[in-house]
């Protein structure tokens, strides 16, 4: 479940994905991803998405659902009137939809975006780091399953910023070795025993 970087629709979207169809593949991953979209829009359609609400015969039953988002709510904080408690209660709403279900959640850090230079600024900064703190305090407080901390891969010393070769030319993008990265970074912490 996620935006830009999740669908495949979109350059540079969802690979991540296809790297984890490619180790573990007698497992399904699907993507629910859609450009552009702020975490109240996924939450407004997880349910249907992921759940198959209204029932439907043909949505398969998920073990788990990776949560990637945040990053258009804080590029709307003034446009949309996203702040920081907003973003947490979507997300929130998200990880107990699921868990009610028997999902397990995975919830992925917001990526660095520093190198968005349209958008960002210090008080997005600031906002970024803040969600994502509370994003993986998550695990501890059960309010996840797993965090991936998508910075701890996508970095080269600035935490801001995507590293050159894992960025598209935007800067908030991955690129091919990003998603490849990411995809590693669920394997090993989420994924290990996957089929």
Avoid at 8 to 14: A, E, L, M, V
Avoid at 110 to 124: C, D, E, S, T, V
Avoid at 156 to 171: F, S, V, W
Wanted: hydrophobic share 30%; aromatic share 8%; net charge positive.
């Amino acid at each position: 479940m996620g935006d830009s970087l999740t669908d495949f629709r979109s350059p540079g979207g969802g690979k991540y994905l296809t790297y984890l169809s490619e180790r573990c593949p007698r497992s399904r991953f699907d993507s629910y991803g859609k450009g552009g979209q702020m975490v109240n829009q996924m939450r407004a359609r997880f349910a249907r998405d992921i759940l198959g609400d209204p029932p439907d015969a043909s949505k398969p039953k998920y073990t788990h659902v990776i949560v990637f988002g945040g990053v258009n709510d804080i590029c709307s904080d003034e446009t949309a009137k996203r702040t920081n408690d907003k973003i947490k209660a979507d997300l929130s709403a998200m990880y107990d939809t699921a868990h009610r279900a028997g999902i397990q959640v995975v919830a992925i850090t917001i990526a660095p975006w520093g190198g968005f230079k349209k958008y960002f600024n210090p008080r997005r900064s600031a906002s970024t780091l803040t969600v994502n703190q509370w994003i993986q305090s998550q695990a501890q407080q059960g309010g996840v399953d797993f965090v991936v901390d998508s910075g701890r891969s996508l970095t080269c010393g600035d935490p801001e910023r995507l590293c050159k070769p894992d960025a598209q030319k935007d800067g908030l993008h991955l690129s091919g070795p990003g998603h490849r990265k990411l995809g590693e970074a669920l394997f090993d912490q989420v994924f290990k025993d996957c089929e």
